[in-house]
C-alpha cells in the first residue's frame, strides 16, 4: 500500500508548478487530492483526470480563488463533503511582482499578501477542526529562501513570506499535541511560470538583459547554479505528509542549493 493512500490532500495553486509537482508526488503515494488555481478549463480537467488515471486515486479541482476568503472556506467543505476529510494542506498559490519600494503599486501590494499570505490562514482555520477530530494532519506552506532573508525590489512577496513562516510556528505550537504539524519550505529558485515572468521586470528594475538576471541575479544567489527541480519539492513534501515527520514541526526548511547558507 502507498504510504499516503486513503488520505486527501488539498494544494492551493495547483494548476502550474510547484503545486503541480506536489500534488502529482502526493497522487503517486496514493492520496486523493483537490487541485486549485486558475487557468484554461480544459487542461485543467485534463490534469484532473490524468492524476486520476495514472495513480487511481481521486482528483478534484475547486475554482477558488485565493483573495476570497468565502471561497476559501467554500473550497475545504466542498474538498471534506466529496472525499471525506482534508488531512493535508498545502498552502502554495502564490505571485509575485518586482518593484521599487516606492513604486510599488498598492493593488499589487494587496494582492501578494491576500495570495501568499492570508490565503493560508484562511485555508487553515478551515481545515483544521477536522483535522483535530481526527487527531492527524499536515500543513505545509510553500514560503520561499524570502521567507527567511530578503532581496530587494520584491517588498510585498518578502513580507508575505516572512509573514508564513511566523503562522507556520504559531500553527505548530497551537496543534503540537494534536497529531498535526505544520512547516514551512523554503525553495530556492525553481523555473516554473512564476520565475519566467519576473525576468522581464527584474531586467528593467535592475537595467541588465534578461540573460544576465537569470546568470547574474537569479541564480547568482544560488551556489550549486542550478534550478531546484520540482520533483524535489514534491518528494520533499510527500516526507514531511509521511509519519517518519511526525516530531518536524514548526519550521522553516530551506530548499535552496546553499543560497540561505550565505
Ligand atoms: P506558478 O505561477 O507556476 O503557480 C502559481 C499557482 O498559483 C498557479 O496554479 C496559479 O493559478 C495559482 N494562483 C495564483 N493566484 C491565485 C489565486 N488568486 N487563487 C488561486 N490560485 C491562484 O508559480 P510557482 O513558481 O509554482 O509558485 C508556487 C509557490 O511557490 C508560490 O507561493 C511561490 O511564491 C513559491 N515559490 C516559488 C519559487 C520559484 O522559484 N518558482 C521559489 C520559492 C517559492
Not at 49 to 77: C, F, N, W
Amino acid at each position: 500500500m502507498s504510504q499516503l493512500s486513503g488520505r486527501t490532500a488539498l494544494v492551493t495553486g495547483s494548476t502550474s508548478g510547484i503545486g503541480l509537482a506536489i500534488a502529482e508526488a502526493f497522487a503517486a503515494e496514493g492520496a486523493n487530492v483537490v487541485l486549485n488555481g486558475f487557468g484554461d478549463a480544459e487542461e485543467i480537467e485534463a490534469t484532473r483526470t490524468r492524476l486520476e488515471t495514472s495513480h487511481g486515486v481521486a482528483a478534484s479541482y475547486s475554482a477558488a480563488d485565493m483573495t476570497k476568503p468565502q471561497e476559501i472556506a467554500d473550497m475545504v467543505a466542498q474538498a471534506e463533503a466529496e472525499h471525506g476529510s482534508v488531512d493535508i494542506l498545502v498552502n502554495n498559490a502564490g505571485i509575485q511582482h518586482v518593484a521599487p519600494v516606492d513604486e510599488f503599486p498598492q493593488d499589487k501590494w494587496d494582492a501578494i499578501i491576500a495570495i501568499n499570505m492570508s490565503s493560508a490562514f484562511h485555508t487553515t482555520r478551515a481545515a483544521l477542526p477536522g483535522m483535530k477530530t481526527r487527531s492527524w494532519g499536515r500543513i505545509i506552506n510553500v514560503a520561499s529562501a524570502h521567507g527567511l532573508i530578503a532581496s530587494p525590489y520584491k517588498s510585498a512577496y518578502v513580507t508575505a513570506k516572512h509573514g508564513v513562516v511566523g503562522l507556520t510556528k504559531t500553527v505548530a505550537l497551537e496543534t503540537a499535541q494534536q497529531g498535526i504539524t505544520c512547516n514551512a519550505i523554503c525553495p530556492g529558485y525553481v523555473r516554473t511560470p512564476l520565475v519566467e515572468a519576473q525576468i522581464p521586470d527584474t531586467a528593467k528594475a535592475r537595467g541588465i538583459t534578461e540573460e544576465e538576471v537569470v546568470c547574474d541575479v537569479l541564480l547568482a544567489a544560488q551556489p550549486t547554479k542550478k534550478f531546484v527541480g520540482l520533483d524535489e519539492l514534491g518528494s520533499f513534501a510527500v516526507f514531511l505528509a509521511s509519519d517518519a515527520a511526525a516530531s518536524i514541526t514548526g519550521t522553516a526548511l530551506p530548499m535552496d542549493g546553499g543560497w540561505t547558507a550565505q
